[in-house]
């Protein structure tokens, strides 16, 4: 089908579900998991400076509604994966929060045993698949969960996030190819905060609108969404699991969206300006839900004041207990190697 035809049904398909409203009571979980996920982020900046963290670590600050916004919109057993900025997924996914700290801090009680740090956050239960360092690497990944669905005829949808820079891959077009051939039930989501580290998205795409990539290359058709606005990106993805769902194939959004913070803890950010940041800011995606909570009469100055406290609190007392667990011991530096196919490794 060619690009503009399919352009049209698949926007004929999306609407009914983009006009659904969600509870005032839906929107005041996202705002405090948003809430949630900036007071963890700068806890992290905090514990980097103090030399608690080791690695990499690149937040998610100003990114906040792409993870609440959409992993909302589907179901527990639908499958998550995203790649290294994965606090906020994570977190959205209800990841206890103490758990992600002591992976962070290197602790045994860590998700992944204190052995992946900030790039591999992963909970097998709730259906993240991580959580991938190598730019790009998790995206053929999804593509081989999004075929296992079908495979096993299960109804399930696949969330695969990814940044703007990541589209360059050679990765990415082999696993677009093959979603787009086979129908498989993925939802494809660029975060695309308009930088990979320091490159902007013109010095590195030779197409900046980004949709037009998948549909007329690999058949997968793609939607702009605002990524500041976490009810905007709610409809989208409802409307998107489905499109899946419904066995239409794979989907492609170009989400627009922006980190306030460097690329990572080590970024002198000299290729913006302190203006670019700060217009963005005005656009605060959790600044706009406390603004429809408060238009929906739900919300006011003193209740943000309270949750705000309340979920410092948390964050405190999740790094302080994470911070006094112990490390692993020396012989876990064995483990987590390789499969377990024929029993657990002895050394
Ligand atoms: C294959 C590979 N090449 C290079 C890197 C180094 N690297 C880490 S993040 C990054 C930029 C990626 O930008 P983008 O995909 O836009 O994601 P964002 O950081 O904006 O979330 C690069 C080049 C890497 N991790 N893996
Ligand atoms: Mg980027």
Same mark, same amino acid.
């Given at each position: 089908?060619?690009?503009?035809?399919?352009?049209?049904?698949?926007?004929?398909?999306?609407?009914?579900?983009?006009?659904?409203?969600?509870?005032?009571?839906?929107?005041?979980?996202?705002?405090?998991?948003?809430?949630?996920?900036?007071?963890?982020?700068?806890?992290?900046? *905090?514990?980097?400076?103090?030399?608690?963290?080791?690695?990499?670590?690149?937040?998610?600050?100003?990114?906040?509604?792409?993870?609440?916004?959409?992993?909302?919109?589907?179901?527990?057993?639908?499958?998550?994966?995203?790649?290294?900025?994965?606090?906020?997924?994570?977190?959205?996914?209800?990841?206890?929060?103490?758990?992600?700290?002591?992976?962070?801090?290197?602790?045994?009680?860590?998700?992944?045993?204190?052995?992946?740090?900030?790039?591999?956050?992963?909970?097998?239960?709730? /259906?993240?698949?991580?959580?991938?360092?190598?730019?790009?690497?998790?995206?053929?990944?999804?593509?081989?969960?999004?075929?296992?669905?079908?495979?096993?005829?299960?109804?399930?949808?696949?969330?695969?996030?990814?940044?703007?820079?990541?589209? /360059?891959?050679?990765?990415?077009?082999?696993?677009?190819?093959?979603?787009?051939?086979?129908?498989?039930?993925?939802?494809?989501?660029?975060?695309?905060?308009?930088?990979?580290?320091?490159?902007?998205? =013109?010095?590195?795409?030779?197409?900046? =609108?980004?949709?037009?990539?998948?549909?007329?290359?690999?058949?997968?058709?793609?939607?702009?969404?605002?990524?500041?606005?976490?009810?905007?990106?709610?409809?989208?993805?409802?409307?998107?699991?489905?499109?899946?769902?419904?066995?239409?194939?794979?989907?492609?959004?170009?989400?627009?969206?922006?980190?306030?913070?460097?690329?990572?803890?080590?970024?002198?950010?000299?290729?913006?300006?302190?203006?670019?940041?700060?217009?963005?800011?005005?656009?605060?995606?959790?600044?706009?839900?406390?603004? *429809?909570?408060?238009?929906?009469?739900?919300?006011?100055?003193?209740?943000?004041?309270?949750?705000? /406290?309340?979920?410092?609190? *948390?964050?405190?007392?999740?790094?302080?207990?994470?911070?006094?667990?112990?490390?692993?011991?020396?012989?876990?530096?064995?483990?987590?190697?390789?499969?377990?196919?024929?029993?657990?490794?002895?050394?």
């Amino acid at each position: 089908m060619a690009l503009n035809e399919n352009g049209a049904a698949v926007t004929t398909l999306l609407e009914p579900q983009q006009k659904i409203d969600p509870s005032s009571s839906q929107m005041m979980d996202w705002y405090r998991q948003m809430v949630l996920i900036r007071a963890f982020e700068l806890r992290c900046a *905090q514990s980097y400076q103090q030399q608690k963290v080791g690695g990499f670590c690149h937040l998610y600050v100003g990114q906040e509604a792409v993870a609440v916004g959409s992993i909302a919109a589907v179901r527990p057993s639908d499958y998550v994966i995203t790649a290294y900025r994965d606090h906020g997924h994570a977190i959205a996914r209800g990841m206890d929060i103490h758990l992600l700290f002591a992976e962070l801090y290197g602790k045994k009680t860590g998700c992944s045993h204190g052995k992946g740090g900030s790039m591999h956050f992963f909970d097998r239960e709730k /259906n993240f698949f991580g959580g991938h360092a190598i730019v790009g690497a998790h995206i053929p990944l999804a593509t081989g969960l999004g075929w296992a669905v079908k495979y096993r005829k299960e109804d399930r949808v696949v969330l695969c996030y990814f940044g703007d820079g990541a589209m /360059n891959q050679g990765s990415f077009h082999e696993a677009m190819n093959l979603a787009g051939l086979f129908k498989l039930p993925i939802i494809f989501m660029v975060e695309n905060n308009g930088y990979g580290m320091g490159t902007q998205l =013109d010095r590195a795409s030779a197409v900046t =609108d980004l949709k037009l990539r998948t549909g007329d290359g690999y058949g997968i058709p793609g939607k702009d969404v605002d990524g500041m606005d976490c009810v905007a990106m709610y409809r989208m993805l409802l409307a998107a699991a489905d499109y899946c769902r419904k066995g239409h194939g794979a989907i492609f959004l170009d989400v627009k969206t922006y980190r306030y913070r460097g690329h990572s803890t080590s970024d002198p950010q000299k290729y913006r300006t302190k203006e670019e940041v700060a217009r963005y800011q005005e656009h605060d995606p959790i600044g706009r839900l406390e603004k *429809q909570l408060k238009d929906l009469h739900v919300l006011d100055d003193q209740k943000v004041a309270q949750i705000s /406290n309340e979920i410092h609190a *948390q964050v405190e007392a999740a790094s302080d207990k994470a911070d006094a667990d112990p490390y692993p011991d020396n012989q876990e530096v064995w483990s987590d190697i390789y499969a377990n196919a024929y029993g657990p490794y002895q050394a």
